[in-house]
């Protein structure tokens, strides 16, 4: 799992059991906006290992498709509106392995950095339905 915040990117290994607390205190914060692409499908499998109740989630892809955009996948939204390439290869690799290398660092920082542009660029353009709570990605923009 990863984190994106004005200042740093934070990656995750759900194998180190220690981090549940935190993140299931971070997924059920009413305040801090999580935004993402297909985020449901995300979720799923996170309950299945931690529990928590996921509050204030926006899915970036739900707000392209319902503003016109015909891509909704990081990758494409990030080439849209940011001009950013992502590239595809390491999103393939493998994830469950002891020590990611540091193209697979470097892809899921990408990843969760591109998310929050997305949605700090969705809010400037006046895309969002509604004004959301005041959060860490809008706090520290």
């Known amino acids: 799992m990863q984190v994106a915040t ?4 934070y990656l995750f290994q759900l194998r180190r059991t ?10 059920s914060a009413p305040r801090t906006v999580k935004a ?3 985020l449901k499908d995300d979720l799923r499998p996170l309950k299945a290992v931690f529990a928590f109740e ?25 080439g849209i509106l940011l001009g950013l390439r992502i ?12 020590e990611l290398s540091p193209a697979q660092i470097a ?13 700090l660029r969705f809010q400037s353009l006046g895309l969002l339905r ?10 520290e923009a």
């Open 36 to 38: 993402g692409i297909s």
């Open 107 to 119: 892809y899921a920082a990408t990843d969760a950095w591109a998310c929050r542009e997305l949605y």
């Open 130 to 139: 509604s004004k959301a709570p005041e959060s860490a990605a809008a706090r």
């Open 87 to 98: 590239p595809k290869g390491t999103k393939t690799s493998n994830w469950a392995a002891r």
């Open 54 to 78: 996921e509050k204030n989630m926006l899915d970036l892809g739900l707000v392209a498709r319902s503003n016109g955009f015909g891509q909704t996948g990081v990758r494409n939204l990030a």
């Open 18 to 27: 220690e981090v549940f607390p935190l993140l299931a205190e971070l997924l």
């Open 6 to 9: 004005a200042r740093a990117v």
